[in-house]
Each structure stands twice: as C-alpha cells, then as structure tokens.
C-alpha cells in the first residue's frame, strides 16, 4: 500500500504547506512558526524535489486480472513471481527502468539507449497454470536475443518457472513467466 504512495508528492505538499505557513508567519512577526516553517518546510520541499526527479513510476496493469485469477495467483503463484508484481507496481527512487539490474544480469541491456523499458504487466492462465506476463518496449534487442536468452531468464527468475518470450507487435516483448508446478501454502 505504501508504495503506491509517491513520497516525492507528499514530500512537495507537507514541505509546500509547512513553507507557506512559515512565509505567512514571518509577515505576521510570529517567530515561532516562522522557524518551524522555514526549518521543516524548506527541506521537505528541496527532499521531495528531489525525489521527484528520481522518481519511477509504477508499471500499469494492462487488463484487469480476474478472479479465476486471483485464486490461482494465491495456490500456485512463487514468491519470485509475487516479489516481481509488487516491485514493478510501485514508486521506485533512483532507478531509470523497472528491473534494471535484472536486464543487466540478464545480458539484455547492453546500453542505456538499448534497455528495454517494461511498459506493462498481466496476469494470465496458461495450461492451468497461473502466468505474469512482462511487456516490454524492445525494439532495438530483436526477439531472437530473447528467445535464446528464455532458458536463462527461466533459471535467473527461479524455480517452477518457465519463461516463455512471444512477440505480439513489432519492438514488443512479452515475457511470460509461467508457474511450473503448485507451490505448498503452508
């Protein structure tokens, strides 16, 4: 829940708020308020500009997830699969691209100009199975780098996953990361 919260805009507001009123009460010559605005205010507001300029925004869900779904998402769903949803669907500070690191690890972000962006998610059934689909804009990596790269990303993203990579439109990437086998919920 927290991380749907940007703190770069509750840092602007509570830091523009605090800010005003300590601008206020230095024309009204109270000394008290002027130096918590001006102590509190200041900083919050120079924080949250800050962090805005930093500031990822959560991936989108492309279509709204069913409850057939959800159900499955709750019995077969990893914990890998679960870490990555909650990740990417959250504020991010100081990062250029959701799963930036993992791109690097991965071999599929050469160079900055080159990264694919995730520009989306989903949440599918496949076979069964419950499915998180990863959309990326990747239109400079073609789609046979992906494709070799599946048993790689299958291994990388853990296990009782299996990664499929399918090309829906040119310079798009879906990777869906299909669970494998029921995880135990104990």
Do not use: C
């Not at 770069?8 to 523009?16: F, H």
């Not at 949803?85 to 250029?96: C, F, H, L, N």
């Amino acid at each position: 829940m927290l991380g749907q919260i940007s703190l770069a805009t509750v840092g602007l507001v509570l830091g523009g708020v605090i800010s005003a009123i300590g601008t206020a009460a230095y024309f009204t010559n109270n000394a008290t308020l002027n130096l918590a605005g001006f102590f509190y205010g200041i900083p919050l507001l120079l924080g949250g500009l800050a962090l805005k300029a930093a500031e990822l925004e959560p991936t989108p869900f492309t279509q709204p997830t069913t409850k057939e779904v959800l159900a499955l998402r709750d019995k077969q769903a990893t914990p890998i699969q679960n870490q990555l949803r909650q990740d990417v669907t959250r504020y991010r500070y100081g990062q250029k691209v959701h799963l930036e690191e993992s791109l690097e690890r991965l071999g599929l972000s050469p160079t900055n100009e080159e990264r694919p962006i995730l520009q989306g998610i989903r949440e599918i059934v496949i076979n069964g199975y419950y499915t998180l689909v990863l959309e990326f804009d990747s239109s400079l990596i073609p789609l046979e780098t992906w494709q070799a790269k599946e048993d790689k990303l299958s291994k990388f993203f853990g296990p009782n996953l299996q990664a499929e990579v399918s090309q829906p439109t040119e310079g798009k990437i879906d990777v869906a990361l299909i669970t494998t086998e029921e995880e135990q919920k104990t």
